[in-house]
């Protein structure tokens, strides 16, 4: 469903990603693990045709993004790191505009309500200003959306970063829960121990390079975080 | 599932775009604020506009008023004298004063008829001849002079009056700027502009759907001020002619602002900081309002220096004090010619002033210095003119001096509606002079009934259907410019660097 071939980023001399290999089937989440400045939002970016690959292409459903940005763009979902929403809306309105625009259909108030609802959102919260809203609420409306539109592959660039526990571990059991229904997932993530628990491969990056993909299964979480700082340290 | 089966109906992204632009718009107070203030400018412009034009109408109709009121004293005065009985105006009986049936005495005030959007442009207006001094000895070039001195009032002149054009021109695109220089940066800077990037549709559609939604926003309620102020300072027009010039207004406004959105939409297409596209639109607005029409005047007076009036009017007088001096020689040459019926003085043989051949030196002695003069004031004009046409030539280097053209022709404040007062003067000039100028050469008196006939002024409509079309041309060509240009950057703009 994801997918990459020799995806290669450069800015000025300094490559940001270099010739990067990947492809995540349906069903499959995968967690990209890296140092600050490892290439994580990178990957990320080019996959959404934010920016434009220096060489190499980005695959969606077998549709190269940066040919066909607003066809591949109706399979795919992203949560950042900061939902950013309209803060004078309500989430409610916020998903109904975004939703709307991303299916070209107008879901009904109940529909929206319980999207929202089985996004996790508190109850009551629906009908009040984005503006008033904690990250963890953002970013329940954010998955909200990835809902409604139905996507068959999810974007998450350090999704869980500064959520309590608590709000961590529930966005944890949505991801496992969408990626039962089939949907691909690449989140990129400092999150060891998230990244073990919902993974199902975990990909180690360096400096542009994709230094080791395992599975996650595979691993414990001790020698996970021992593999990584050996990755990191040489 | 194919890629084509997912694609959406476009008209419906527009109309959820435009819903959302709207819902957003409407929770912006200080976008109410801003339309207050326009309103009030709006309404005070034209207020200020309509005091301006009633004094100017109030002058051109009670000059005509009191020169109507001079016709017919004389006419009363005649009739008595016609009578025999000038006694009963306390004169010697019998007596009967040859300035009263002279033909030189009438006069005539043709005026300037304002159009009905004249209101818009007293900066313009201010400057232009209103009002003719006529009489039959009174030279043609000098038939605006009272005119001039009136109007030329240098306070004025330095400070310039807050007219609708002015507000339209220079402070409507601060208020579209205001609300249009962040279209996309806002969302940019905000981040919501990355949700709206990940969704299957085009930038340039989101970009639309602003623009149309800013058009909305502002244009409507702008407009609609500025129909209802002139509603209520012009008066619902009255004529087919007045609706197609308020349509032609609306259309000149709508042109002009659409010409400021797109200016914003494509100096966003960087994805630049909104206080960078702020700085920028900000230089445009100076550049095109200001710095542009400037450097052109210094252009045009450079390449064409105006004729100096001051110059001229020593040089008229030159001319005309020698051709006053020919003056004896001018009668006894006209009575060569006209032998069979010489003009002399009075029935006393006297030369008096008010002898047939007194009044017949006073035309010949004008007409003489008219002809005189004719080549300098000729070529004096012919300058002014083609300076005048220059400047108005390069008002297409700015769609600001366009837009202001359109709307000063609009308001019958422009280059050609003088010239066409002025020419339509003179064309009355020749009528009146054809009416009068046989009776002073066949040495022959006026009499009260003569005074009924004198032809009468028509000021005729004015013509400018195609100097609008290129006004508005001037606006629309940088528009389609940056449509284009627009709407390629929004075809490969990325949200991230
Ligand atoms: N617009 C840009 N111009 C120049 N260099 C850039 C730009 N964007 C990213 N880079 C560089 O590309 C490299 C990869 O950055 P990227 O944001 O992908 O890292 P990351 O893995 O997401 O890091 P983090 O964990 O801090 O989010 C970095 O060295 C960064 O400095
Ligand atoms: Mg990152």
């Known amino acids: 469903m994801l997918q990459t071939k020799a995806l290669t980023k450069k800015y000025g001399d300094q490559t940001a990603l270099d010739s990067l290999d990947l492809e995540i089937a349906p069903g499959e989440i995968f967690c990209l693990l890296g140092a600050n400045g490892a290439g994580k939002t990178t990957t990320i970016n080019l996959f959404l045709d934010f920016i434009e690959p220096t060489s190499g292409a980005a695959l969606i459903n077998g549709l190269d993004v940066h040919q066909n940005g607003l066809a591949t763009k109706q399979f795919v979902a992203y949560i950042p790191e900061q939902v950013t929403l309209y803060r004078n809306l309500t989430g409610l309105e916020n998903l109904r505009f975004f939703a709307s625009l991303a299916t070209g259909e107008d879901f009904g108030m109940t529909k929206l309500r319980s999207i929202l609802k089985s996004a996790g959102l508190p109850d009551g919260?629906?009908?009040?200003r984005v503006g008033t809203y904690s990250k963890g609420m953002r970013q329940k409306v954010g998955i909200a959306i990835a809902m409604a539109k139905d996507a068959k592959a999810l974007l998450l660039d350090e999704p869980t970063s500064g959520l309590d526990p608590k709000a961590s571990n529930e966005f944890s059991e949505l991801l496992t829960r969408l990626s039962g229904e089939g949907v691909a997932i690449l989140m990129a993530t400092h999150d060891l121990f998230r990244a073990r628990e919902t993974g199902t491969r975990i990909g180690i990056m360096r400096a542009g390079k994709l230094r080791q993909t395992l599975r996650a299964s595979e691993i414990g979480h001790a020698d996970l975080e021992a593999l990584y700082l050996e990755h990191m340290r040489d | 599932m194919s890629a084509s089966t997912h694609r959406m109906?476009?008209?419906?992204?527009?109309?959820?775009?435009?819903?959302?632009?709207?819902?957003?718009a409407l929770a912006d107070r200080s976008l109410l604020i801003a339309l207050a203030i326009f309103a009030a400018a709006t309404l005070y412009a034209l207020a200020s506009g309509a005091a301006w034009l009633r004094g100017r109408e109030a002058d051109v109709a009670l000059a005509a008023a009191q020169s109507k009121q001079r016709t017919a004293d004389f006419q009363t005065d005649l009739r008595i004298y016609e009578a025999g009985q000038g006694a009963t105006l306390g004169e010697k009986p019998g007596w009967y004063p040859g300035w009263i049936k002279s033909p030189l005495a009438p006069d005539a005030r043709p005026g300037l008829a304002s159009l009905p959007l004249a209101l818009m442009a007293s900066n313009a207006g201010e400057v232009q001849p209103a009002l003719a001094t006529m009489r039959v000895a009174t030279s043609r070039y000098a038939l605006f002079d009272d005119a001039r001195a009136s109007t030329q009032n240098p306070a004025t002149l330095a400070v310039g009056r807050f007219d609708?054009?002015?507000?339209?021109?220079?402070?409507?695109p601060l208020l579209l700027l205001a609300f249009s220089h962040n279209l996309l940066s806002s969302e940019l800077e905000q981040g919501t502009l990355?949700?709206?990037?990940?969704?299957?549709?085009?930038?340039t559609r989101v970009v639309l759907a602003k623009l149309l939604s800013r058009a909305a926003v502002l244009l409507l309620p702008a407009l609609s001020v500025i129909v209802v102020g002139l509603l209520l300072f012009a008066?619902?027009?009255?004529?087919?002619?007045?609706?197609?010039?308020?349509?032609?207004?609306?259309?000149?406004i709508v042109s002009y602002s659409l010409f400021w959105l797109l200016l914003s939409a494509w100096?966003?297409?960087?994805g630049r900081s909104s206080s960078s596209n702020a700085l920028r639109l900000g230089g445009w607005w100076l550049a095109l309002v200001l710095v542009i029409p400037s450097l052109?005047?210094?252009?045009?007076?450079?390449?064409?220096?105006?004729?100096?009036?001051?110059?001229?009017?020593?040089?008229?007088?030159?001319?005309?004090?020698n051709a006053r001096n020919g003056g004896k020689n001018l009668v006894s040459d006209f009575n060569l010619q006209h032998a069979e019926q010489p003009i002399r003085g009075d029935a006393n043989g006297r030369d008096n002033f008010d002898s047939p051949k007194a009044i017949l030196k006073s035309w010949l002695v004008a007409q003489a210095s008219e002809a005189a003069v004719a080549p300098i004031a000729d070529a004096f004009e012919r300058r002014l003119s083609a300076q005048q046409r220059l400047a108005e030539r390069l008002r297409f280097l700015s769609p600001a001096l366009s837009f202001q053209s359109a709307l000063n022709r609009l308001a019958g404040a422009d280059r050609s509606r003088t010239e066409q007062f002025i020419a339509a003067v003179r064309d009355y000039q020749a009528a009146f002079r054809g009416y009068f100028v046989p009776k002073i050469e066949a040495g022959a008196s006026m009499t009260a009934d003569d005074l009924d006939r004198i032809p009468a002024f028509v000021m005729p409509a004015p013509r400018r259907g195609s100097a609008l079309i290129?006004?508005?041309?001037?606006?629309?060509?940088?528009?389609?410019?940056?449509?284009?240009?627009a709407a390629r950057g929004f075809r490969r703009f990325r949200v991230g660097k």
């Open chain 1, 125 to 128: 919260a629906a009908e009040k």
């Open chain 2, 9 to 24: 109906a476009p008209p419906k992204t527009l109309s959820i775009l435009l819903r959302h632009e709207r819902r957003m």
């Open chain 2, 164 to 172: 609708l054009v002015f507000l339209l021109t220079a402070v409507l």
């Open chain 2, 194 to 203: 990355a949700l709206v990037a990940v969704q299957p549709v085009a930038m």
């Open chain 2, 235 to 252: 008066g619902v027009p009255a004529s087919a002619a007045a609706w197609r010039d308020l349509g032609a207004l609306l259309l000149m």
């Open chain 2, 267 to 270: 100096v966003n297409v960087r």
């Open chain 2, 296 to 321: 052109l005047n210094l252009l045009v007076l450079g390449l064409q220096p105006p004729p100096d009036r001051a110059e001229l009017t020593n040089r008229l007088r030159a001319t005309v004090v």
């Open chain 2, 470 to 485: 290129a006004d508005w041309l001037g606006l629309a060509w940088p528009s389609v410019l940056l449509a284009l240009l």
